[in-house]
């Protein structure tokens, strides 16, 4: 039995994003980027609660290029595509993994009002990143 691996996902592009190009003749178009996706919970108190999450988003080709003429920071953007794990060794030999989608369409909304300021879009910094892999 085949499983499906579809997923959609919005938030707030935290960091610009750049395009790389690559493969032996460095015609394949590439670039990573990370959104800002919130959700609201009630604590046990009743209070609502902002919870934010920060998924790693790749795209190629066409989408690649989409990424990078309007993937600002702060920009809104709806992802669909696969979920994907990558799989390493660290320095230490310790084996390391991460979740990312692997983006099939990019829907970059004209409409500003679900665009976020860069100060909400709680952008990770470096350190931040790399031990949010190592817990």
């Known amino acids: 039995m085949a499983h499906r691996n579809n997923v959609t996902i919005e938030g707030n592009i935290t960091n610009d994003a750049?395009?790389?190009?690559?493969?032996?003749?460095?015609?394949?178009?590439?670039?990573?980027?990370?959104?800002?996706?919130?959700?609201y919970i009630k604590d046990s108190s009743g209070d609502m609660i902002k919870e934010t999450h920060f998924i790693d988003i790749k795209a190629w080709g066409r989408e690649a290029?989409?990424?990078?003429?309007?993937?600002?920071?702060?920009?809104?953007?709806?992802?669909?595509?696969?979920?994907f794990q990558s799989k390493w060794t660290d320095k230490k030999g310790f084996n390391r993994s991460k979740l990312m989608v692997l983006a099939d369409n990019l829907f970059f909304s004209n409409d500003s009002k679900y665009?976020?300021?860069?100060d909400e879009t709680n952008a990770l910094s470096t350190e931040d990143e790399d031990n949010r892999y190592n817990k």
Do not use: W, Y
């Open 18 to 39: 750049s395009i790389e190009m690559v493969g032996r003749d460095k015609k394949d178009k590439v670039t990573n980027f990370c959104i800002a996706n919130h959700n």
């Open 115 to 118: 665009d976020s300021s860069p």
């Open 65 to 83: 290029e989409k990424a990078f003429m309007f993937g600002k920071r702060g920009k809104f953007v709806q992802v669909t595509g696969r979920l």
